[in-house]
């Protein structure tokens, strides 16, 4: 079946420096989404993109979709403490309206 | 607007025992997907909800249940609770498919002894 695999399953990072996720899917996927979830809390929509090689910008995150729709990566430039949680990709293959969660990349950010 | 509410918040289960779960989605939405979180696992796909018709599934056996009203608020169901049921149970609704943005309720967290 389709599989979203995510990694780093964790990064510990110092405050001010970049950090990246990578989500790869076995399966073309149709689109691909990114939520965030604080500790203790439930996963945040963040975006959504759709198109092959899209780029979308959100302050200093910046999203990735790969030209063959089966990668994906977050990244964050000089993180701040509020960025501490576990970020997800979702994706779903073309043919239906499957969608699948990536394990997750838990970011701990140290002041 | 409200957004998704799920009841009950914390459940303690004893093995065997049987537990319902309730999602009232937003106002609007159709598609009601639950998912299953615990921490060695992530988020693990349940089954999706679309005008009160299951209409995808994920891999779990058949004690997990669910359903959904015509008012598209949704409920699960586990039958002969097992100790590796306690998790965090989300619930996420859509406008109309399960891979558009989805918002998560804040979670039934299951305990079972």
């Known amino acids: 079946g389709q599989q979203v695999m995510q990694i780093p399953q964790y990064q510990h990072v110092q405050e001010g420096e970049d950090f990246t996720t990578y989500c790869n899917s076995s399966?073309?996927?149709?689109?691909i989404q990114w939520y965030k979830q604080r500790p203790g809390g439930h996963p945040v929509f963040l975006i959504q993109?759709?198109?092959?090689?899209e780029v979308k910008k959100q302050k200093r995150l910046t999203f990735q979709f790969g030209e063959a729709k089966k990668n994906s990566s977050l990244h964050i430039t000089a993180t701040q403490t509020t960025d501490v949680g576990t970020y997800f990709c979702?994706?779903?293959?073309?043919?239906?309206?499957?969608?699948?969660f990536g394990a997750g990349t838990r970011l701990t950010v140290k002041p | 607007k409200a957004g998704v509410t799920q009841t009950p918040r914390y459940l303690i289960k004893t093995r065997g025992q049987q537990v319902t779960l309730s999602c009232s989605p937003i106002?609007?939405?159709?598609?009601v997907s639950w998912y299953q979180q615990t921490p060695g696992q992530g988020l693990q796909f349940l089954f999706e909800?679309?005008?009160?018709?299951?209409?995808n599934k994920g891999n779990f056996p058949g004690r997990f249940s669910g359903r959904q009203f015509s008012n598209s608020r949704s409920e699960m169901n586990v039958s002969t609770l097992e100790l590796g049921d306690s998790a965090l149970y989300l619930c996420?609704?859509?406008?109309?498919?399960?891979?558009?943005?989805?918002?998560f309720g804040q979670g039934t967290r299951l305990t079972v002894v």
């Open positions: 106002s609007g939405h159709r598609s």
């Open positions: 996420a609704s859509s406008f109309k498919y399960a891979n558009t943005e989805a918002f």
């Open positions: 909800y679309f005008s009160e018709t299951q209409r």
């Open positions: 993109l759709v198109k092959s090689g």
């Open positions: 979702a994706g779903g293959p073309e043919y239906n309206n499957d969608m699948r």
């Open positions: 399966t073309t996927l149709s689109n």
